[in-house]
């Protein structure tokens, strides 16, 4: 069975898929994304795995067209600002980030940069979107009510 991080991640991977199709870059290039989630490597593994799978699922293979830079807090949320600073002067194309304080983080880092969220508690709520429906900005991605998280745990586990 699948659990609700596997199924999250692959769906994250999934809308990373867009931004780094979006634009007209030449054959061959080698894209490079952000990775930033609070918990630590050892705690994100599972989700980290079932995003690289995603992105395998759709053609992006790890050192062959897409290199994944992985930048995880150990559940400091002091290190966020920094990790996401760190992305930015990588120059990734895009950055994952996972939880509101990993995504606000990104989004102080960076105008210029697209940032995929998944797992934002309130996203309007937070300012991190507009609006569920015009979001604007940078910022797209995977927004689950609570309760659907929890119906989606029923039947997936």
Do not use: C, H
């Not at 940078?138 to 586990?157: C, F, M, N, Y």
């Amino acid at each position: 069975m699948m659990d609700r991080r596997t199924f999250i991640s692959t769906m994250a991977g999934g809308l990373l898929a867009a931004p780094l199709a979006a634009g007209a870059q030449p054959a061959g290039k080698l894209y490079r994304i952000g990775y930033l989630t609070v918990p630590s490597r050892e705690t994100a593994q599972d989700g980290a795995n079932a995003f690289q799978g995603g992105l395998r699922d759709l053609g992006w293979v790890e050192g062959q067209n897409v290199v994944v830079e992985y930048r995880f807090a150990d559940s400091n949320l002091d290190r966020l600002p920094d990790l996401a600073a760190e992305l930015v002067r990588l120059r990734v194309d895009v950055i994952a980030a996972g939880a509101t304080p990993a995504v606000l983080a990104a989004k102080n880092a960076t105008r210029t940069i697209p940032i995929v969220m998944f797992l934002p508690g309130n996203p309007v709520g937070s300012g991190l979107v507009a609006s569920l429906a015009r979001p604007g900005g940078k910022t797209l991605g995977l927004t689950i009510p609570p309760s659907l998280l929890q119906r989606a745990d029923q039947v997936i586990e």
